[in-house]
């Protein structure tokens, strides 16, 4: 599956919360989620326009380590 290319962080902060992440916090441009679901995890996400397309594979990847997915199941379930 091919990712987005012109996705906001918004869309994106809004697509994790399928995945019960919730904001806790924003320092600046990076704005930080929490899970409690299979224990705690955090992940930021900079506050841009679109979101750079590694960052955004990071962001999954690190996500995906966290559920025991690949990052092309975390990008099926959010997108």
Do not use: W
Request: some cysteine; glycine content about 6%; proline content about 4%.
């Amino acid at each position: 599956m091919k990712l987005p290319r012109d996705l906001a962080a918004q869309e994106l902060i809004r697509a994790c919360k399928k995945l019960g992440y919730i904001e806790t916090r924003q320092t600046g441009s990076h704005i930080r989620l929490t899970t409690q679901e299979n224990g705690q995890h955090h992940i930021t996400i900079p506050n841009h326009k679109p979101i750079k397309l590694g960052t955004l594979s990071a962001i999954l990847t690190d996500i995906g380590s966290h559920f025991n997915l690949s990052k092309e199941d975390v990008a099926k379930a959010l997108f």
